[in-house]
């Protein structure tokens, strides 16, 4: 089964019908504006999906005052993956958009990315420009830095590579199918573009667009140095990492390795300030840092598309965190671990 769905070739595709999915639950006061930049994009969707998941607040009658503009789905409360995997079986497109509930479509997104589907391209990926909960600016994209052409390699070495996440994504529908269903699991009911984005990678190419075609929505400047849903429990990247690892083994009759997360500086930069700055003491983190520095060294030196200039800076950067007064050291870590707070 493997080597059949990575030797097929995907033709290109010429003006390609596209579906956008949106999954709801709670965002009402959100969610019009998200449905809006749906609709009103310069290349139409041939339908838009709305996957309500069991929410409480005005959402239902957000949706339902839509008419038949858009496809609605009401379900009990399941989680995000359960969702996804509820709506893309109503996406009719050749392309699928996956857009947050909360998040901004650029009115040219669709426009911009449905002609570059060529051979055995799968997916689509852009930054997104990231705005807080009013809608403001905050003059910050994620991610820095994109990877592009055949990442299957990616992950049969064990790393994982640079995407966008969520909305910054549009994928060839038929290369989804073979990935259907996403793994569901009861603790941990988010996280369906981990699955979608690093499951596709191993049916063909990804193409890369450097200009934000989309907005996420911050909804507080961070106290902490998490972002987004970063580390919600100290084991869930693991925990998913594992499950990605048994997914695609089902799914695609693959075997890649666990992959060695010690590599991932999304992850690794913010177990690194959470250990040094949750010290008690000056004195204890300059103890901790030098253990916390080697252990984030490795994810430093694996960061792809960047020289040795930007990798120093960035071992730099965990020094004046380990030994700057603690005001500067939690402010420079917030630079560097989460986006919203530059």
Request: a positive charge; aromatic letters at 8%; proline letters at 6%.
């Given at each position: 089964m493997a080597d059949s769905l990575i030797s097929?070739?995907?033709?290109?595709?010429?003006?390609?019908?596209?579906?956008?999915?949106?999954?709801?639950?709670?965002?009402?006061?959100?969610?019009?504006?998200a449905i809006e930049s749906a609709l009103n994009q310069t290349y139409p969707a041939i339908n838009i999906i709305v996957v309500d998941d069991g929410s409480i607040?005005?959402?239902?009658?957000?949706?339902?005052?839509?008419?038949?503009?858009?496809?609605?789905?009401?379900?009990?409360?399941?989680?995000?993956?359960?969702?996804?995997?509820?709506?893309?079986?109503?996406?009719?497109?050749?392309?699928?958009?996956?857009?947050?509930?909360?998040d901004i479509l650029e009115p040219n997104a669709l426009e911009s990315a449905s002609f570059r589907f060529g051979a055995d391209v799968v997916?689509?990926?852009?930054?997104?420009?990231?705005?807080?909960?009013?809608?403001?600016?905050?003059?910050?994209?994620?991610?820095?830095?994109l990877e592009a052409g055949a990442l299957s390699t990616a992950l049969r070495n064990g790393r994982l590579y640079g995407s966008?996440?969520?909305?910054?994504?549009?994928?060839?529908?038929?290369?989804?199918i073979p990935l259907l269903p996403l793994p569901e699991d009861s603790e941990d009911r988010h996280g369906a573009d981990y699955f979608m984005l690093l499951g596709i990678s191993m049916l063909g190419d990804i193409v890369a667009i450097n200009t934000p075609l989309a907005r996420y929505r911050v909804h507080e400047r961070p106290q902490s140095l998490s972002f987004g849903?970063?580390?919600?429990?100290?084991?869930?990247?693991?925990?998913r990492a594992a499950r990605l690892v048994t997914w695609i083994r089902a799914r695609l009759?693959?075997?890649?390795?666990?992959?060695?997360?010690?590599?991932?500086?999304?992850?690794?930069?913010?177990?690194?300030?959470?250990?040094?700055?949750?010290?008690?003491?000056?004195?204890?983190?300059?103890?901790?840092?030098?253990s916390a520095i080697s252990r984030l060294i490795p994810s430093i030196r694996a960061i792809q598309g960047r020289?040795?200039?930007?990798?120093?800076?960035?071992?730099?950067?965990?020094?004046?965190?380990?030994?700057?007064?603690?005001?500067?050291a939690i402010?420079?870590?917030?630079?560097?671990?989460?986006?919203?707070?530059?």
């Open positions: 097929s070739t995907f033709p290109p595709l010429s003006n390609p019908t596209v579906s956008i999915l949106i999954c709801n639950y709670n965002y009402g006061r959100y969610l019009a504006t607040d005005n959402s239902r009658e957000i949706i339902e005052g839509y008419g038949s503009k858009i496809s609605a789905i009401f379900r009990a409360n399941g989680g995000q993956i359960a969702a996804v995997n509820e709506g893309l079986a109503s996406c009719e497109g050749e392309l699928v958009c996956v857009l947050d509930a909360d997916k689509i990926h852009f930054p997104l420009a990231l705005i807080d909960a009013g809608g403001n600016l905050l003059h910050a994209t994620i991610p820095r830095f966008a996440p969520g909305s910054g994504n549009i994928y060839r529908k038929s290369a989804l849903n970063a580390n919600k429990r100290p084991d869930s990247a693991e925990r009759d693959i075997d890649i390795p666990l992959p060695d997360l010690r590599r991932d500086f999304s992850l690794q930069k913010i177990r690194f300030a959470n250990c040094v700055l949750a010290t008690n003491s000056y004195v204890d983190r300059l103890k901790q840092a030098p020289n040795m200039l930007y990798k120093f800076g960035l071992f730099i950067w965990s020094v004046i965190v380990s030994v700057a007064p603690r005001r500067m402010a420079a870590a917030k630079y560097v671990c989460s986006p919203a707070a530059r």
